[in-house]
């Protein structure tokens, strides 16, 4: 039997994995969640951040009524002090893509740390890359109206409580360098919350500086948020360089132009973002496995044994892991 994706043809037995790709706010999570529900599969989160649990405001979680109903691993499960290092990720990503693939069901990686995806599909001397057939589809948009966007959901954050959220998570003495509290939007939050904390919260000048550095708090998260997306962008085009990576870019400028117009844009994301992918997956997906079984059975090989299967331990859920997270 035969697949087809863009102009390559050929036989292929192996499972199949589907990438979303994508700078932070280009709508990673709304796709892989959409070829979730249309083919069948479920999300694994390859978001370094959003694998912690707690903050779910800053490290901007899927929502349950987001999620509608598709099943999602790797989200909101590490302890907030822990780290996951991308040879971790490997480890729980291949585990997961497994049970995935034992189920019959369709593994949807998605989420914005590439040095995760890179790690997942090229390490272990690319074994995960010989036992799968993988599609990577990237989210993107142009540069102006990322950075309008960027900073059009941060002040959305702000409307839905990121200010109180961090104020109730906030430790004068935290360190900012591991864990959750790596989110953008607390480390930025700490000067403000701390004078508040100290007493500088009466009125006249006291006031007026407080909310000036609120101000300034925001802006730099902002200007963080946008770096990250630019950062994010240049890891990708890297990536689509790899032999092996047929990185598929589809352009969601026309859906940021209409949001930025305040203008509806569900049927313009329709049009120029689902309808694509959509094809480009069934197309993808045309290649019916030989054997589920050989398939499913590749899968755990490449998880390393049959004990990969099972879900993260206890130790790496549930206890911080004295480990920096490598980049």
């Not at 390859?46 to 405001?57: A, E, M, T, Y």
């Not at 007493?199 to 006249?204: L, M, P, T, V």
């Not at 997956?281 to 590749?298: I, K, P």
């Amino acid at each position: 039997m035969e697949y087809h994706v863009g102009g390559v043809t050929g036989q292929s037995p192996k499972p199949k994995v589907v990438f979303v790709l994508g700078a932070t706010a280009t709508g990673k999570s709304k796709l892989a969640i959409s070829i979730a529900e249309r083919f069948g599969g479920e999300v694994i989160n390859s978001d370094k951040i959003q694998v912690h649990d707690g903050f779910p405001i800053i490290t901007n979680k899927v929502t349950d009524e987001e999620r509608a109903g598709v099943p999602h691993h790797l989200l909101g499960v590490l302890h907030p002090d822990a780290d996951l290092t991308a040879e971790d990720f490997r480890r729980e990503a291949s585990a997961a893509v497994a049970r995935v693939l034992a189920a019959g069901r369709l593994p949807v990686v998605a989420g914005g740390s590439n040095t995760y995806v890179e790690t997942l599909v090229e390490g272990g001397g690319g074994a995960f890359r010989a036992a799968h057939d993988c599609l990577f589809l990237w989210t993107d948009a142009a540069p102006d109206l990322l950075r309008w966007y960027t900073a059009a959901r941060v002040d959305d954050m702000v409307r839905r409580g990121l200010v109180g959220e961090a104020r109730a998570g906030f430790d004068s003495g935290a360190d900012y360098t591991r864990g959750v509290r790596r989110a953008i939007g607390l480390p930025e939050m700490h000067g403000y919350l701390l004078a508040e904390r100290s007493g500088a919260d009466g009125g006249g000048e006291a006031a007026e500086l407080l909310a000036a550095m609120l101000d300034s708090a925001v802006c730099e998260i902002k200007a963080n948020t946008y770096h990250l997306a630019a950062t994010q962008v240049a890891k990708i085009r890297r990536l689509s360089a790899l032999d092996g990576w047929d990185v598929r870019r589809v352009d969601a400028t026309p859906v940021m132009a209409r949001m930025a117009e305040g203008a509806p844009h569900r049927e313009t994301w329709e049009a120029v973002v689902w309808k694509p992918c959509e094809e480009m997956v069934s197309r993808f997906l045309e290649t019916a496995a030989v054997d589920d079984g050989d398939n499913a059975a590749a899968a755990a090989a490449t998880a390393g044994s049959p004990a990969a299967l099972a879900p993260m331990t206890a130790a790496c859920r549930l206890r911080p892991q004295l480990v920096q997270l490598q980049y």
